[in-house]
């Protein structure tokens, strides 16, 4: 096993285990005899979503490397809905197979293994799994109806509105509800300045993901 690419302690157990803390009820997948890596069935109850933890096995109970998969229905997305949903992951990656949506990403498991580790790096597929979920049902658009209307009482009110009191934060800068829709295209108009077409959406070409290199470019920084 390369112990430059797997640090100490990722063995099949202590996955095991630590998916079982998590709640995502695991369970062991036989395998065929030529298949190369192992499963791991996963059941989210949060979005009552079946998804995969996928292993290479390597010497004893170890493991080379881990993947995370969960698999969609999606006979009418095109291209650009699946660009839209991978623009909005944080770890994982969109990826459209057969009239499915793949959410596909990997585990850093160069350092020696913890259940901190490797429980941060889970939650970190399941939010990006689960918002790839919503944005399949209600699309990346909002109508910003509650913003409006909390705008509305803000100006008329002010802090005078329970609602308006309970909802900010004391001794903190309170944020403008004014023009919610110009705010956010001028916040992504500074993102798309500071990062040239070329580069890699994921990590603006820096080539380094939250655990290790970018997966999404392989570590180069620019846009395969």
């Given at each position: 096993?390369?112990?430059?690419?797997?640090?100490?302690?990722?063995?099949?157990?202590?996955?095991?285990?630590?998916?079982?803390?998590?709640?995502?009820?695991?369970?062991?997948?036989?395998?065929?005899?030529?298949?190369?890596?192992?499963?791991?069935?996963?059941y989210d109850p949060?979005?009552?979503?079946?998804?995969?933890?996928?292993?290479?096995?390597?010497?004893?109970?170890?493991?080379?490397?881990?993947?995370?998969?969960?698999?969609?229905?999606?006979?009418?997305?095109?291209?650009?809905?699946?660009?839209?949903?991978?623009?909005?992951l944080t770890m994982?990656?969109?990826?459209?197979?057969?009239?499915?949506?793949?959410?596909?990403?990997?585990?850093?498991?160069?350092?020696?293994?913890?259940?901190?580790?490797?429980?941060?790096?889970?939650?970190?597929?399941?939010?990006?799994?689960?918002?790839?979920?919503?944005?399949?049902?209600?699309?990346?658009?909002?109508?910003?109806?509650?913003?409006?209307?909390?705008?509305?009482?803000?100006?008329?009110?002010?802090?005078?509105?329970?609602?308006?009191?309970?909802?900010?934060?004391?001794?903190?800068?309170?944020?403008?509800?004014?023009?919610?829709?110009a705010a956010m295209?001028?916040?992504?108009?500074?993102?798309?300045?500071?990062?040239?077409?070329?580069?890699?959406?994921?990590?603006?070409?820096?080539?380094?993901?939250?655990?290790?290199?970018?997966?999404?470019?392989?570590?180069?920084?620019?846009?395969?």
């Open positions: 096993m390369d112990q430059s690419r797997t640090g100490a302690g990722w063995t099949v157990g202590n996955i095991f285990s630590s998916l079982r803390e998590l709640g995502l009820s695991p369970t062991m997948i036989e395998p065929d005899a030529d298949d190369p890596f192992r499963l791991i069935a996963l949060a979005s009552t979503l079946k998804f995969g933890c996928l292993y290479e096995p390597g010497a004893g109970d170890h493991v080379q490397m881990i993947g995370l998969l969960c698999i969609l229905p999606a006979p009418q997305m095109s291209v650009d809905d699946v660009m839209a949903i991978d623009r909005r994982a990656t969109a990826m459209l197979q057969d009239g499915h949506l793949w959410i596909y990403a990997e585990l850093n498991i160069a350092p020696t293994f913890s259940h901190a580790l490797f429980d941060a790096q889970m939650n970190f597929y399941l939010a990006d799994m689960r918002t790839a979920l919503q944005m399949m049902m209600m699309g990346d658009a909002m109508t910003y109806k509650a913003a409006e209307a909390m705008k509305r009482i803000s100006k008329s009110r002010g802090l005078k509105s329970p609602m308006v009191s309970a909802l900010t934060n004391k001794g903190q800068e309170r944020p403008s509800l004014a023009s919610p829709r295209a001028a916040a992504q108009e500074v993102k798309s300045s500071l990062r040239p077409a070329s580069h890699c959406p994921k990590c603006k070409g820096s080539g380094r993901g939250l655990f290790g290199r970018c997966r999404h470019c392989d570590g180069t920084g620019l846009v395969r």
